[in-house]
């Protein structure tokens, strides 16, 4: 069955950078467009990045747009989202996504940024 494990987060001070992971099995990882949403309490689940199946084209959202960087490793089955610049608005469980049939999340990773 379709797996997402996402990993990286934590606690960091604004203008830091933090790398998450999402190691992905059970399905075709090289074959799926692979998306990155975050949810701030109180608020929506909201789209962060995207990224192509072959990794050769990517979309973000205008509030991490210059900051945040969506990569994939399809040899090794894996997403990553580096992100720098964080502000505290970045705030946010972190969840990688596929669509595959049906729509599939991991459990999220926490990144708080505070000082």
């Not at 990286?8 to 992905?24: D, E, H, I, K, W």
């Not at 962060?48 to 994939?72: E, L, M």
């Not at 894996?78 to 469980?93: F, G, H, I």
């Amino acid at each position: 069955q379709v797996q997402l494990v996402e990993s990286g987060g934590g606690l960091v001070q604004p203008g830091g950078s933090l790398r998450l992971s999402c190691a992905a099995s059970g399905f075709t990882f090289s074959s799926y467009f692979m998306r990155w949403y975050r949810q701030a309490p109180g608020k929506e689940r909201e789209l962060v990045a995207t990224i192509t199946s072959t990794g050769g084209s990517t979309v973000y959202a205008d509030s991490v747009k210059g900051r945040f960087t969506i990569s994939r490793d399809n040899a090794k089955n894996t997403l990553y989202l580096q992100m720098n610049s964080l502000k505290p608005e970045d705030t946010a469980v972190y969840y990688c996504h596929v669509h595959r049939n049906m729509d599939y999340w991991g459990q999220g990773t926490q990144v708080t940024v505070s000082s």
